[in-house]
């Protein structure tokens, strides 16, 4: 097995969409499919991630037929370390990641097995994990939730409201998206303008909420202070 740092290079592939995502304003990262994108919406909103390399290497190997062949990765996501009690533990393991819609992928699997299978031993010899993302595992309910919030992420709203509502979850702690519009506005109209006021903060993160489940105005949001949303819960109670 020899690694090269000579990958393939992004260009159009035909029966796709493919182009450049600009990831958190710091680089452009390329996908090849929609379905590629969608994942890197996720890994984007994920705080965790610290790094995305697109097609980062090309495994060349020879195949049971006794061929020289070739597999590209499509992506490794690099982690930050995890913080408890203000330690650093050691960094999450890298995910190396294919990504395949499962159609294609039950009519390529036979053939991409032996990919797949260097792949996965040349991820464990570098401390590495592959995964294979179809759209099962990338558009949920999480995905969802993030294209609906990233519409308001650059809402210009008055930094006074901003400080009222943070001050309010402050003292309060967790509430409901209807509670907190119920406390602090009088009309609907404001109660509107608010409620994107509350998206923005989500998206940005100053406020957290339970991206697993559907955002509606009985969603709990809490300030966001470094604690997940199982610990706000039991806190809650």
């Known amino acids: 097995m020899i690694i090269s740092q000579k990958n393939r290079k992004g260009g ?14 710091e680089k452009s990262i390329w996908y090849e ?4 994108r969608d994942l890197l919406v996720l890994l984007e909103f994920n705080e965790m991630v ?17 061929r020289e062949v070739t597999y590209t990765p499509d992506f490794l996501v690099i982690f930050k370390p995890i913080n408890l009690r203000g330690l650093d533990s050691p960094y999450p393991k890298s995910l190396l990641i294919e990504v395949k819609p499962s159609k294609k992928l039950k009519e390529v ?25 179809d759209e099962k595992r990338i558009r949920g309910i999480e995905l969802e939730n993030i294209l609906f919030l990233k519409r308001y992420r650059k809402t210009h709203f008055e930094g006074v ?8 979850l402050h003292d309060i702690g967790h509430t409901q998206i209807d509670h ?8 609907q109209t404001k109660k509107g303008i608010a409620l994107s006021h509350l998206y923005q903060l989500i998206y940005n993160k100053k406020i957290g909420i339970d ?8 969603s709990t949001i809490w300030l966001n202070i470094h604690e997940t949303y199982e610990e706000g ?4 109670q």
């Open 180 to 187: 907190i519009l119920e406390a602090l506005y009088a009309t």
């Open 109 to 133: 699997f036979k053939e991409y097995r032996p990919r797949f299978k260097i792949a996965t031993k040349y991820a464990q010899q570098n401390d590495y994990i592959f995964k294979i993302y």
């Open 50 to 66: 610290m790094d995305i390399q697109e097609q980062p290497m090309t495994i060349e190997y020879v195949n049971a037929n006794g």
């Open 161 to 168: 409201e901003e400080k009222r509502i943070c001050g309010y």
């Open 233 to 236: 819960i039991l806190n809650e």
């Open 12 to 25: 159009y592939t035909y029966g796709s969409s493919s182009g450049y995502y600009p990831f958190r304003g």
């Open 33 to 36: 499919s929609l379905l590629e």
């Open 211 to 218: 991206l697993g489940q559907q955002i509606n105005n009985r």
